[in-house]
């Protein structure tokens, strides 16, 4: 008996050569039908015997095209037309949007052996792609996915093209980027007064490369800069002129070989820079510095570990083939500004920096800088989800009774929209300080609400009232608004992130954070769920003396916590002290006399004091980098430890203080540094989990969740987590998102929806 049956797919289905597939598969089964896009996803309708529909069905989700996440298959018997054929229709536009399109995915090897085949007609082509990589999120200007919305509109593909994107069986079937030398987009490279250089732009670019020289390099989200990272005159050059002083610079290398000469790759690091998502992997340099090459001193300077990444456009393997040393490849801004991706911008913008711009005239939709990964014992961990990741959703257990938009921190700036199950998080939008990332935040929700059809009727934010993102919020109108306590939301985005929803302990160390009393929070035991959740235990906060000039000056902090642990009875030769002379007496008068100085329970203070301390560094260039420091210089075979008790109860308190007592002692004791940096390490997380003991004795729960840029620390990560597993605690952590800032939107949402369900707002 004949059947027609008509198929609906929801997922991420549209740009990852789903039709083409769907097509192949039902003419080897002979059905006839029909595979379209709409905006909800894909949808088929075949008919044929039985026999052969059933077993289309079957397939369809199993061998799906590997770049496809399907979510849902809805199927339904129609009634059957006769049709002989199998044929792909128009797009149908109009209806609820659904679509979930593919993020930009790295050049595949299909197409990286004709870019270097010169007998093929895209030999040396640099915007080769095809149905399984290449750009997608970055040039989709709207749904569904289709040559008409994105970036490519403007160039009319030529016949020959024409015949590969209707061929089914061709590779570029359906590809909506597809293009080559005769009718696609083409390289130029330009002096940075505007004027077009001569020759081959891409040579062009590498020989000033070779020279010395900076080039900005038009890429899929946005502009890098480019300098030889073997260059210390080019790397310092770069440095001064984007004003950045310490923070480190990722380095892109032409193969996996030449990143294992330059660090120590293991297996989960090397799956990372070989995904197709081509994230910037963080990795343990060789001491040596490996290779007769080394990276040059001012690409990372006093850092263990190199941001590494593969080349993932045609234009990134050109390059790296023809120049064969690794290239620094930094985001196209000032200082702390969003990343350029606007060629009139670029040129305003990084004409100071660059003597030589590497672009080309195919626009980029949406500015996505690099992604950041690293590999914590064995598992991923995204320190900055960005290119690769977005947009793809995560799901999350309970659908959202209305639409939320969740605003975010201040600092790596993340928000997200959520609707049904899933939650749709933002690239990484910077920090929130500044009018042009502000403004880089306003489009970029903009852009989301209309991709994906959200119109949010409740908006999360922080309670911080400072915050440019919580301003946003509280100025939208017509909405119910949800403020979110800062650590709950660390929480809570760690409980979405394992697809729970507790309750459980929620340890929450890292920064500052706003607390409900109003001071600043930062190393909090929470019991929480994703409604609400109780502080039952804390740092025991010191002051912070002159605020933000505490953040900025690590040494204020060892002042503080030196005067919480010894009081007037400083004891003497702790160059600290010595390095700070009278301001040291100032500052300690001013957090004495109590209403002067805000006060913290910051896990991430404490941090900054003990590595002031210990000599590291008393004033930072950026955020967490004496933490980033004190955690290089620790020994992580050293598993001696300061035992300290934890006071009082609800809420309980850590001294921390008591642990600075103790570094100082091991330091006047002239312990090595490395052991005392361990021993601190081990201090904290030992506390962690005692804090964690008290709370399962009067609670009953074990299972931990932690969150917070603190967590960003490896050996404090592991050492806690560790810990708690042998004393019998399950243990969160993060692996899709961000432990740090980037990641607390996600938990503002899911604590708004939550709310929402429980009809508490
Ligand atoms: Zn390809
Ligand atoms: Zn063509
Ligand atoms: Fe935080």
């Not at 609906?8 to 595979?35: C, D, K, N, W, Y």
Request: proline content about 5%.
């Amino acid at each position: 008996m004949r059947v027609r049956l008509r198929i609906t797919v929801e997922g991420i289905v549209q740009g990852v050569g789903f039709r083409p597939f769907v097509h192949v598969l039902a003419s080897s089964l002979h059905l006839a039908g029909m595979v379209g896009n709409d905006s909800a996803g894909v949808f088929v309708e075949v008919e044929g015997s039985e026999a052969a529909v059933d077993a289309f069905v079957a397939r369809l989700e199993s061998e799906a095209p590997p770049l496809a996440v399907i979510e849902r298959v809805e199927t339904a018997r129609v009634a059957s037309t006769g049709d002989t054929e199998f044929f792909i229709v128009e797009s149908e536009r109009g209806g609820e949007h659904q679509t979930l399109v593919s993020p930009d995915i790295a050049t595949c090897d299909d197409c990286l052996r004709e870019l270097f085949d010169s007998s093929d007609r895209r030999f040396r082509y640099p915007f080769i792609n095809c149905t399984n990589c290449g750009p997608r999120f970055t040039i989709v200007r709207d749904v569904p996915y289709d040559r008409a919305f994105t970036t490519m509109a403007g160039f009319v593909m030529c016949a020959e093209c024409g015949r590969e994107y209707h061929d089914p069986s061709n590779r570029r079937f359906h590809a909506q980027p597809v293009c080559c030398p005769a009718c696609g987009p083409s390289l130029r490279l330009i002096a940075n007064d505007g004027a077009p250089l001569p020759g081959d732009p891409l040579l062009g670019a590498v020989a000033l490369l070779r020279d010395g020289g900076v080039v900005a390099i038009k890429g899929l989200g946005g502009y890098h800069l480019a300098v030889l990272a073997i260059s210390e005159t080019a790397a310092a050059a770069l440095r001064a002129r984007k004003h950045r002083e310490d923070k480190p610079f990722a380095v892109m290398v032409r193969d996996l070989e030449t990143a294992r000469q330059l660090c120590e790759v293991d297996e989960t690091e090397e799956q990372l820079l070989l995904s197709i998502r081509r994230p910037i992997v963080l990795v343990q340099r060789r001491p040596d510095g490996g290779s007769t090459r080394p990276i040059a001193p001012s690409v990372a300077p006093g850092n263990r570990l190199l941001g590494l990444m593969l080349p993932y456009t045609p234009v990134h393997h050109l390059i790296a083939r023809e120049l064969d040393a690794p290239l620094v490849l930094t985001s196209g801004n000032v200082s702390d500004e969003p990343i350029v991706y606007l060629d009139e911008a670029a040129l305003q913008r990084l004409s100071g920096i660059a003597d030589a711009f590497l672009t080309h005239d195919r626009p980029i939709h949406v500015r996505t800088d690099d992604a950041v990964v690293l590999s914590r014992r064995g598992r991923q961990a995204v320190v900055r989800r960005s290119r690769g990741f977005v947009p793809q959703p995560i799901t999350v257990r309970d659908a959202f009774r209305r639409q939320v938009l969740a605003c975010g921190a201040e600092l790596k700036n993340t928000f997200c929209l959520g609707k049904g199950r899933r939650v749709f998080l933002s690239h990484h939008i910077g920090d929130l300080e500044n009018y042009e990332t502000l403004c880089s935040f306003a489009e970029g929700v903009e852009h989301f609400e209309r991709f994906f059809d959200i119109r949010p009727e409740v908006v999360a934010h922080d309670l911080h009232p400072e915050y440019l993102s919580t301003k946003y919020a509280t100025e939208l109108t017509g909405i119910e608004l949800v403020g979110v306590q800062h650590h709950h939301a660390h929480v809570a985005s760690c409980l979405a992130d394992n697809g729970e929803v507790g309750p459980v302990i929620g340890v929450a160390c890292d920064g500052l954070g706003y607390g409900v009393d109003g001071s600043l929070w930062g190393g909090e035991f929470l019991v929480a769920d994703l409604v609400s959740f109780t502080r039952v235990g804390h740092l025991r906060p010191v002051p912070m003396p002159g605020g933000t000039a505490a953040i900025k000056e690590p040494w204020r902090m060892a002042a503080v916590y030196l005067d919480a642990a010894f009081g007037r009875e400083l004891p003497r030769g702790l160059g600290v002290a010595v390095r700070h002379g009278h301001l040291w007496e100032k500052i300690l008068a001013v957090s004495r006399s109590s209403r002067l100085s805000p006060t913290t329970s910051s896990a991430g203070r404490l941090f900054d004091a003990v590595a002031s301390l210990m000599g590291l560094r008393d004033r930072v260039n950026y955020e967490g980098q004496a933490a980033v420091e004190l955690e290089q210089v620790a020994d992580p075979t050293e598993r001696s430890t300061y035992r300290i008790e934890i006071e009082g109860t609800e809420p309980f308190l850590v001294p921390g203080a008591e642990i600075v007592r103790r570094v100082a002692l091991d330091l006047l004791a002239r312990v090595a540094e490395p052991v005392v940096a361990a021993r601190f390490h081990n201090a904290v997380a030992d506390a962690l989990v005692e804090g964690c003991e008290r709370i399962r004795e009067s609670t009953g729960i074990d299972r931990v969740a932690l969150s917070g840029g603190v967590f960003q620390n490896r050996l404090l990560a592991g050492r806690t987590a560790d810990g708690l597993q042998q004393r019998g605690f399950g243990v969160l952590e993060h692996a899709r998102v961000p432990t740090n800032d980037g990641g607390i939107s996600l938990g503002q949402a899911v604590v708004a929806a939550a709310r929402d369900a429980a009809g508490l707002i």
